[in-house]
């Protein structure tokens, strides 16, 4: 695979109540000379169904471990990455060994890595999952579920994976800012969630608006353009 037309671009997650920096997301982007940017939402299914996305996958869990580490020498950087891993590079026979391979290649502590999975996980055999994320937690590493409240979502699944922080769209987000019930509805999984044991992280955070509702919602981080 061609990786000199690919990027990585780096999104901030901060925390809601200290303001301080928790870390980043790594986001690829595609640059063509004829086209421009090209959106990930154009190129990764593609990818996806080609299975270039196990490559692809291993390019980008590469340079956000390089990253990383560089940022950790040079700046002192104390935060984590969060990596977007598809649910066809998770069910690669070799993707624990990738993964550790990646973490022992640029020295960076496993802890200050986070796997970020999708709700197409769920389409799987539940039990195996499980046991393929738990394999993945005893590296050290952690998991995020992405894109909450869009696809697959059973709060009884959800409840059964080893995960340490689930990321509301931010669908929820304009929903919740246009009915009250609907607000109510999520501000009671979000506290459920949060007395359980997990995190909660709202995606896609553009205003003050949006601010307030995550802030009214309890969640611990925010992550987006504002």
Known sequence: IDTSCLELFFQPQVD???????????LI?????ELGWIK??????????????????????????????K?????????????NVSPIQ?????????LDSAIRRHRVDPKK???EITEGIFIDNLDDT??????????????SLDDFGTGYSNFERVLKLPIDIIKFDRSLLIISNQDNNYRYMIKNFSNTFNEIGYQILFEGVETDTDEEICINMNANYLQGYK
């Open 40 to 69: 990930p939402e154009e190129f990764i299914p593609m990818a996806e169904e080609s299975r270039l996305i196990i490559p692809l996958g291993d390019w980008v869990l590469d340079q956000s471990c390089y990253y990383l580490a």
């Open 71 to 83: 940022w950790q020498r040079e700046f002192d950087f104390q935060g984590i990455m969060s990596i």
């Open 29 to 33: 982007r595609w640059y063509d000379s």
């Open 113 to 115: 890595i986070e796997i």
């Open 130 to 143: 499980v046991e393929l994320l738990t394999r993945i937690k005893n590296l050290g590493v952690g998991i």
């Open 90 to 98: 998770l069910k690669n026979p070799t993707f624990l060994f990738d």
């Open 16 to 26: 809601i109540t200290t303001k301080s920096l928790r870390g980043f997301e790594a």
